[in-house]
């Protein structure tokens, strides 16, 4: 069937005089060379119809609108199936929504009966004095299900399936009532926001025992492949140790009970890790939907007794699971419950918030488990692509193997080769060796690692209490500012433990060698919660015997939890020496820093000091702040923060490396504690964005300064103000979209800069405390320094000057582009200079 083609004009009108017809083998044609260049030159289609004789009768701008046409087809097409797919997402969005809501409703009539029911139970028992059953009716009126009360049963057998079966069906009936009905008092957590392309509908327990967390949302995966991936627990819950499965017998209706024994990782080094006996139900429901139901097996609940294992506190899994129900047009919704007694009694009193806080729950678990399973999806549809040529799977990998390595050393199991070494007499830092370091690093490391003379690895670890830092900012910072805390030369060290042959342990001098860094971004994920990156620390030796340092060092960094925005989130920073060739199999040693909130102390007024838990080490007296503030800014926290380094040693240099690491890791907390004070937002204020730094006018005149001086130098306004309010000026430059940054005018140094707007930072990359550490000719490029020099004497004369488009870099070594710059002067009230503004205007990373 031959097909014609109509002319479109340019406003789109189509036009009818002209038209061909195209003959299958023409079209054929035309789609072979579409696949391979959808946009020919005009000489390509010139080149077109001499090489096709079936193309001759047709003119080159004929060919030239077919292939408008046939690009504009393609846009259409992809946008159907965009939208098609939205509409699907959309259509289970609002199925799950409504489904929600019936919940919800049905759990408002529970509560509205149940008040009715207490008020007048407590109205007839305050009528009553003679009845000394009234204790017992007003206890009858409490909402029961919030207690989860377990049945009691005698032992079942654990050879008899039956018994099993029944402690199975029993879990599977209350985890459903907990996914879909009313059995927890759910509340929703704050910003988990109900969208096609959100995580889905979070919410966490309020009054029940232990801590629950529960979500609900859709992925594009089948029903069996989600359930596949939930199984893997240790490859998506980064606080599973191991998981057995010690037992699986099938039931007659095509399911499977299993027998499992897990063991999970303490988040700190302060209070014992975890383990699990439970019975895992998995089966099917008339409907279709999959479901994996899973609960402890006790001596109230009946069946066979767990294996015992001292290093562990055995902790209780309540009626949790998935149900998985597939998507009409394909992929699942699903339904997570996570219900734990974690046995709060058994850890210090401090760190109780961390076992008691359904929020952290959440975030490690239910949320996470979501999380992968849209990350896997989004993989497999080839929706995410990575650089560097390397596979999903393998920078998976990659992470894990850090976080694994990390939980490790913070925990320093037996079982895995660590004993406790003596320490000097003060307890702030611990330090514990491996001598058979293959028992946990696996055979890939050979003798790379160690050397002839024997050895291992030494970790040395501590944990601290902060107040009010959020985690998220003080990870933030320490991984941009690497060269406030570390030591070069340690890293160093680190570095040439890849090697076959060490060289000497050296003092710890933090800042000694100050290396910069340049941070490689390899991958993250689809929310950007995590990201894994390559850090090059670029060396420099300023004596002969330095030479060892000057050479480039690389480290495979993971960070996660940044988002300040994020409830309940841990923030980690985890990093271990590479070497140039990066393979897949690359040994890593990992060290790094975690910090786990902890909930806000209402019981008085918080100090802004930064304490040790682990001894004595106190940083300066703490001072209250008035009260109020704290709450008003809503910066009252408190966090956990634990600290491990790994080392290799040789025997013979064992006890140098020991001395060397807790010398080192004291420095680094002393590092951390000082950073954490600065950078509090109960002394940044940072909700009001820009603070006056020292040396600098108050923040209002300063803004003030620079919108006068723009308009004096320029002609014209910096911005239109909205608002006579004394702070207008202030908020308008600080959200200006423009990157608008303020610097020192010195004959005899450096230009430094002194002030940026909200803009001015994400572009640099920095924060309002580190920014005075950049200098002007740090970010330009080879050819803005030029242009700057040339138009310098202007800017002081004339007062401003408009630079060409161009090329700076940020303080973590990323390259922007600007499309203009203005510099002017920035006047004082006396008119004097006070300092260089500049603007760069339309800036994007590259």
């Not at 965009?82 to 809501?101: D, F, I, S, Y």
């Not at 000057?550 to 480290?555: E, F, I, N, S, W």
């Amino acid at each position: 069937m031959a097909l014609s083609v109509y002319k479109v004009s340019a406003n789109n009108q189509m036009d009818t005089s002209k038209y061909v017809r195209y003959t299958p083998e023409q079209v054929e044609a035309l789609e072979r060379v579409y696949t391979e260049c959808p946009k020919p030159s005009s000489l390509r289609r010139q080149q077109l119809i001499r090489e096709c004789p079936i193309l001759s009768n047709i003119e080159p701008k004929q060919i030239k609108v077919w292939f408008q046409n046939r690009r504009c087809r393609e846009k259409q097409r992809k946008e159907a199936s965009r939208l098609q797919t939205v509409n699907r997402k959309l259509t289970a969005m609002n199925k799950l929504l409504m489904e929600e809501n019936d919940r919800l409703q049905k759990q408002v009539s529970h509560l509205v009966y149940e008040n009715g029911y207490m008020k007048q139970q407590l109205h007839s028992a305050s009528g009553t004095t003679t009845d000394n059953s009234c204790e017992s009716v007003v206890m009858s009126g409490q909402p029961q299900q919030q207690q989860n009360p377990t049945p009691q049963h005698p032992q079942r057998d654990a050879n008899n399936p039956a018994g099993l079966l029944a402690i199975a069906e029993e879990a599977l009936a209350e985890f459903l009532s907990k996914a879909t009905g009313t059995a927890v008092d759910w509340v929703q957590m704050i910003g988990m926001k109900p969208g096609p392309d959100s995580i889905g509908i979070v919410a966490v327990s309020r009054n029940c025992s232990g801590v629950a967390a529960r979500a609900c949302g859709l992925v594009s995966l089948e029903p069996t492949k989600v359930a596949e991936i939930l199984k893997d627990r240790p490859s998506w819950f980064r606080d599973c140790r191991c998981l057995d499965v010690l037992s699986a017998i099938p039931t007659g209706s095509g399911g499977t009970i299993e027998l499992i024994y897990m063991q999970t990782y303490a988040p700190t080094t302060l209070a014992a890790a975890r383990d699990f006996w439970t019975l895992r139900y998995t089966t099917s429901l008339e409907d279709g939907s999959l479901v994996m139901c899973e609960r402890s097996l006790t001596t109230s609940t009946g069946g066979p007794a767990g294996p015992p294992n001292t290093s562990f506190v055995r902790a209780e899994m309540l009626p949790s699971g998935y149900l998985i129900r597939p998507c009409e047009g394909g992929g699942s919704i699903i339904h997570i419950v996570d219900h734990v007694d974690l046995d709060v009694w058994s850890v210090p009193e401090v760190l109780r918030p961390l076992y008691e806080s359904s929020k952290i729950l959440a975030q490690k678990m239910t949320i996470a488990a979501l999380r992968h399973i849209r990350q896997i999806a989004q993989e497999t549809s080839g929706e995410i692509q990575y650089g560097g040529g390397r596979q999903p799977a393998v920078l998976r990998t990659f992470s894990q193997r850090l976080c694994r390595g990390f939980n490790d050393a913070v925990n320093g199991f037996a079982d895995d080769g660590w004993s406790l070494m003596s320490s000097d007499g003060v307890e702030d830092v611990t330090i514990m060796i491996n001598s058979s370091p293959n028992k946990f690093l696996g055979s890939q490391y050979g003798t790379s690692m160690f050397s002839t003379f024997g050895g291992g690895v030494l970790c040395a670890k501590a944990s601290m209490l902060l107040q009010n830092v959020p985690p998220a900012l003080l990870v933030r910072f320490l991984r941009e500012h690497r060269s406030e805390w570390a030591d070069y030369g340690v890293d160093a060290y680190s570095a040439a433990c890849l090697k076959a042959s060490p060289y000497a342990v050296p003092c710890a001098r933090p800042g000694g060698f100050p290396g910069s860094q340049v941070i490689l971004p390899l991958a993250h994920t689809v929310e950007h919660e995590e990201f894994l990156e390559v850090v090059r620390l670029e060396g420099h030796a300023f004596s002969p015997e330095d030479v060892a340092l000057a050479r480039d060092m690389y480290l495979l960094q993971l960070c996660s939890g940044v988002d300040e925005n994020a409830i309940g989130a841990c923030a980690q920073l985890v990093f271990a020496p590479i070497d140039e060739s990066f393979a897949d199999d690359a040994p890593l040693l990992p060290s790094g820093f975690r910090v786990i909130p902890l909930d806000p102390k209402s019981d008085g007024p918080a100090a802004t000091r930064t304490l040790d838990l682990a001894s004595t080490l106190e940083v300066g007296a703490g001072g209250a702040r008035p009260d109020g503030e704290a709450d008003l800014n809503g910066y009252n926290l408190r966090s956990v923060l634990t600290i491990a380094f790994q080392f290799t040693f040789e025997n013979h240099l064992r006890d140098n490396v020991a001395a060397m690491a807790r010398q080192y890791v004291r420095s680094v907390v002393g590092s951390v504690q000082r950073v954490a004070m600065a950078i509090s937002p109960s002394r940044l204020s940072s909700h009001m964005g820009p603070k006056s730094l020292p040396g600098s006018p108050e923040a209002l005149t300063l803004a003030r300064w620079i919108c006068r001086s723009y308009r004096i130098h320029t002609g014209g306004e910096l911005f239109r103000v909205d608002s006579q309010a004394g702070d207008a000026i202030l908020k308008q430059l600080w959200h200006h979209s423009d990157a608008i940054l303020c610097c020192s005018v010195k004959t005899n140094a450096s230009p430094v800069f002194t002030f940026a707007n909200q803009a001015g930072l994400d572009m640099l990359e920095t924060t309002l405390v580190a920014l005075q550490d950049i200098m002007l000719d740090k970010i330009l490029d080879e050819a803005g320094r030029k242009i700057l020099c040339s138009e310098f004497s202007k800017i002081m004369q004339q007062g401003f000057a408009y630079l060409p488009a161009g090329i700076c870099v940020s303080s973590m070594g990323r390259p922007v582009s600007y499309e203009q710059a203005v510099a002017w002067k920035v006047l004082n009230d006396d008119d004097s200079n006070h300092c260089l503004a500049f603007m760069f205007i339309n800036w994007s990373f590259v």
